[in-house]
């Protein structure tokens, strides 16, 4: 069973599970997830995770995100983006002081996602509740614009390079950058440029992939977590770590210290089986994984 994370650049006009259908045709593989979804107008990267990778999308809910985002004044759209309908116009031509701006946007400390969002509210997802004329309302949320620069500017259209917080918005961020300057306006493109440190130059277009080469570009699950240790245990103790049981670390061998205690645990073949979570003097099995089955 071959599982891993592929990254892959995903194209304008399909949505995040077009993705996922195309790398099940050329996979094979059913059981996929990814780590946060992009909307059919914006491109970038998405990591995809395969079989019993998907067990560890989790330690990317928190995962900050850097984009490129354009947006353009003078308009409102009912989704916040150019796919939705003009819901207002203005003929505002903000006079931007670039500094005082980037500023004034790493002080931003919470939003309120758009309707169109794909938040679940009572286990529906607010855009199909939205498309229905559902009335509903959607919670304010914090956020943390961790780094903010402004490429270029000619009215109408700005570009900006943002580093935000598991949880944020770039559509809803747009309009609070417009808000600041006193007008409005909405995102024209979205580009994801990385996942913490994971940068979409490490990714595969989607239609470069087919049959015979996406295993290529198949990545192990340590590849995209450097910060974990990693173990080896001896094939006379394989039996009781598969089984749940907690070992001594003096079981095992030391292959990489760090200072997280995430820990990956490979067996005589170089093979990982699971994932650990080093506490005192033990490794506790979190994640076993069954490739070999």
């Known amino acids: 069973m071959k599982s ?9 006009g399909i949505s995040s599970f077009d993705v996922i259908r195309k790398l099940r045709k050329v996979s094979g593989i059913k059981k996929m997830g990814h780590a946060g979804t992009l909307d059919p107008f914006a491109t970038g990267l998405m990591i995809i995770a395969l079989n019993n990778a998907t067990r560890l999308l989790r330690f990317f809910d928190t995962s900050q995100k850097t984009y490129i985002a354009g947006l353009y004044f003078g308009s409102q759209t009912d989704t916040g983006d150019i796919t939705g309908e003009v819901t207002k116009r203005d003929n505002i031509i903000p006079n931007i002081n670039i500094k005082t ?26 855009y199909e509740l939205a498309r229905k004329d559902i009335d509903f309302e959607m919670k304010e949320r914090k956020i943390s614009v961790l780094a ?22 770039i559509r809803t961020l747009s309009e609070q950058i417009a808000d600041l300057l006193n007008t409005i306006a909405y995102t024209k493109t ?6 913490d440190d994971i940068s979409v130059n490490q990714a595969v277009a989607l239609d470069e992939l087919n049959e015979e080469n996406w295993h290529e570009h198949l990545l192990s699950y340590d590849s995209l977590f450097p910060e974990f240790q990693h173990f080896s245990i001896a094939k006379k103790d394989q039996h009781l770590y598969f089984n749940g049981v907690r070992l001594e670390k003096s ?26 979570i080093a506490q005192d003097n033990q490794l506790i099995p979190m994640v076993i994984f069954n490739d070999k089955k």
Do not use: M
């Open 4 to 12: 891993g994370f592929i990254l892959i650049d995903k194209p304008e």
């Open 101 to 126: 701006i980037e500023k004034q946007v790493k002080l931003i400390k919470s939003q309120t996602p758009s309707k169109y969002s794909a938040i679940k509210i009572n286990g529906k997802k607010a």
């Open 148 to 169: 903010f620069h402004i490429h270029t500017y000619k009215y109408p259209e700005l570009y900006y390079e943002c580093t935000v917080s598991s949880g944020t918005y």
């Open 190 to 195: 979205l580009r994801r440029t990385a996942i």
């Open 251 to 276: 079981r095992f061998n030391l292959l990489k210290r760090t200072q997280k205690p995430e820990s990956f645990i490979f067996d005589e073949d170089s093979q990982c089986i699971g994932l650990s």
